[in-house]
């Protein structure tokens, strides 16, 4: 009898190890397509380690379910077949239920089209801006699947027009990467630009990689404009920006987000800066954002000022508490619970262990929950939109500066003028 009492105490001990180990190996993998290395590299890598860091906070507060969140990332190397050949692997094969990115809308868009939109497995991008997106969700293409945690180049467009106005560009070169967010941005500016009473002496686009601009830089400076409008990223951008001063282009810049990059600007060299302007997607500052600007570095190794590393956190806070609202790993649920993880009537919830240790249980009570990013308060529209203010900065003293903002409002009041 004792021996059948230890027996039995020893297979109790031996199936609760058995559990705890489990536990520990319990997993939920979300797939990451990112550009971690060409054009778009530098923002790829900022943003496959925000949404590391967010899953790492939500799985310090308890995880999902048990379970913790875990990425699965491949590289697009910035192109978009790769990409599809990635997120491919990542839902046929791999299962996973969420997709996050990419963060270029050249990446963005074939993986919607291609992989995930007929797959209906939710997609996040937190950097891809490109109206495209919007008119493919318009157009009933998208399945309600896409979400991103940036806006749309309609209105970033709209913004960068009247700050260049502002700026005294009035007769603006434009060089353009040629893609479907060059060509896109190119066309919501110089219909805003043109508007306000700018003239734009030439549009002139790029592909991507080459060795020399100098034949785009040429035909760019034709007509005598008084600055560039240089949309691109840091690679090629630094690039095209040396080949303009080195043949005698006038020192005077307006940039993309894109371009608000340490590297693009030492790569140049800041002497050569002195009157750059640009445009990015804002925020409205929270304690997320305290948060993120203080931890993210010790984390990361990079920058926080990253263009893609705020909204690539954020991307991974909603996407990690959508799957807690949901209760599984279905997609269809998941999607309903992105808006849920917003919810403007929910407990304001911030970044961080503790806030998401917060949330998880709100979550497990039944209780609406609206997280407040990095960014900012958002809530997405029936397309997967969010709306926000547009930051507005120059380069001085080779680092990038806040100038001012413009708010939803004002984009809003500018477009229903020049319409």
Known sequence: MKKTILQLTAALLLTGVAGIANAADCKITVGLVMELTGPAGEYGQAGAKSVEMAFRDINEAGGVRGCDLVTDTRDSQSQGNVAVDAATQLVQVKKVPVVIGGIISSVSIPILTSVTGPAKIVQVSPASSSPTLTALGRDGKTNGIFFRTITSDALQGVAAAKYAVDKGFKKLSIIHVNNDFGVNMVAEFARAYKALGGTIISTTPYNEKQSSYASEVTAAMGGEPDGLYLISYPVDGATIARTWISQGGPQKFLLNDGMNSPDFIDSVGAE???????????????????????????????EPSNPAADRSYDAGAIVGLAIAIAGSEDPAKIKDAMFKAVDPAGTPIYAG???????????????????EGVIGPVSFDKYGDITGPFRLWKIKDGKVETEGEMTTDDVGKLQSQIQ
């Open 272 to 302: 050569y800066l002195k009157d750059a302007y640009g445009t990015s997607s804002g925020t409205s500052p929270t304690a997320s954002t305290d948060y993120f600007m203080k931890n993210y570095k010790d984390f990361s190794g990079i």
């Open 353 to 371: 262990k503790e806030e998401f240790a917060k949330a998880l249980g709100l979550i497990k009570d039944g209780k609406p929950i609206r997280y």
